[in-house]
């Protein structure tokens, strides 16, 4: 079992801060600090340009990939760590699609996340030869899975409203037709059980600064499936993916499995802050989490419905069909957040009017639901939200 009041006790939270808002940029890990000092000191000042053999940092990517792989159900070997999500996206999107030289058509939905789409737009913008990013209604994808679908690119778990897709069951009809499967894990990975090799997924990439709490900027990771891996096109040529970095050859020539897929320098700080991350997950059973998770959840929807009626549920009722974050429409959903997060509760708010908060049992328990329901039901029924100062949107909202 785990033991969630050890996983609270491995974080630095503010006093009187009740945060959730992990689904968008995780806290700090209290061991992190220790962790990136002993990559600048005694690493990094005594070793120098040493420290890339006697001290690992080269071979951070993949070790740290097979700790990845471990906790999403995929194969040893398969994953690697490095850029941004954005990039490793972009990179399993381009490879899938050259292993689907006939066909045009990327399939992903509305809810996906913006960047994703972005990526996809680019991508075929520069591909040509009528390639296109075909975006349909969540809830409409598995009817539009077809023999002209290439690639069928899906975040598992809305990022707006937490809505969560059937992985299994929607990689074995892209199958069917021939098409290859792209899925973003950002919302999944560490919110959720993932079995990439038991749902029979071709390509997943995910982040680790939401769930995981590896820090803002903290890199991206990509898997490629064991048929996929020894020809996937890299699409993103970088030194470090190449079979012999260190020769300095002119011409690219890929290195064998997912290593191909790294592409510049690993950001040696930042991975040395993620593994002080996942040493915390090494002492977590996702089961665990994922019940946790759910019990939370139910309890806050609960708590918001019997005493926030201005409150209207964006999230799936049902929780095996939600991730780990539940999320509620209001019209003034920003200025409501903005007096949340002044009386110390701290969520989110995502267009045109989704108030959005995540639940992350390694630090948020009971107690700390039933508070955030009192303080946004005062806020609620006593409309102290209608503040001109609430209303004023900054850049990051």
């Not at 039933?370 to 909202?397: C, F, Q, S």
């Amino acid at each position: 079992m785990t033991d969630f009041a050890w996983t609270r006790d491995q974080f630095n939270l503010p006093e009187g801060v009740i945060y959730l808002d992990g689904n968008s940029l995780g806290p700090m890990p209290k061991a992190t600090p220790a962790r990136v000092q002993q990559v600048m000191e005694p690493e990094w000042r005594d070793q120098l340009i040493g420290g890339w053999v006697g001290a690992g940092w080269h071979l951070a990517p993949e070790r740290l990939g097979d700790r990845i792989a471990a906790m999403i159900g995929a194969e040893a070997g398969h994953v690697v760590v490095g850029d941004t999500l954005s990039i490793k996206i972009y990179q399993a999107l381009a490879a899938a699609l050259a292993l689907r030289p006939d066909r045009r058509v990327i399939l992903s939905d509305t809810g996906n996340f913006p960047s994703d789409l972005y990526m996809a737009q680019g991508l075929a913008h520069t591909l040509g030869n009528g390639t296109r990013l075909k975006t349909v209604a969540p809830e409409d994808v598995p009817e539009h899975i077809t023999d002209e679908v290439a690639v069928l690119m899906l975040t598992e778990v809305d990022y707006r409203t937490g809505r969560r897709h059937d992985m299994k069951a929607l990689t074995a009809k892209a199958h069917e037709v021939g098409a290859i499967t792209v899925w973003d894990l950002a919302h999944s990975f560490g919110a959720l059980p993932v079995d990439l090799a038991g749902c029979g997924a071709d390509f997943a990439a995910g982040c680790t600064y939401k769930y995981i709490n590896a820090g803002p900027g903290a890199p991206a990771f990509i898997y490629v499936a064991p048929e996929h891996a020894g020809r996937a096109c890299t699409a993103l040529q970088g030194w470090q993916g190449h079979d012999a970095p260190f020769a300095f050859e002119q011409d690219y020539r890929p290195a064998t499995e997912v290593v191909r897929m790294r592409v510049g320098t690993p950001p040696v700080l930042q991975l040395a802050a993620l593994e002080a991350a996942l040493d915390i997950w090494e002492q977590v059973d996702m089961n665990d989490i994922r019940a946790r998770s759910i019990e939370l959840c139910e309890r806050f929807i609960a708590g918001v419905e019997a005493r926030c009626p201005q409150l209207r549920l964006a999230s799936p009722r049902a929780a095996a069909q939600r991730g780990s974050q539940v999320s509620f429409h209001f019209d003034e959903g920003y200025a409501a957040m903005q007096a949340l997060i002044a009386r110390g509760v701290i969520g989110d708010f995502r267009a045109p009017d989704i108030m959005r908060f995540g639940f992350t049992p390694l630090y948020i328990g009971p107690e700390d639901v039933d508070r955030a329901v009192e303080i946004l039901a005062e806020i609620m029924n006593g409309d102290l939200w209608d503040r001109p100062e609430y209303k004023v949107k900054a850049i990051i909202t």
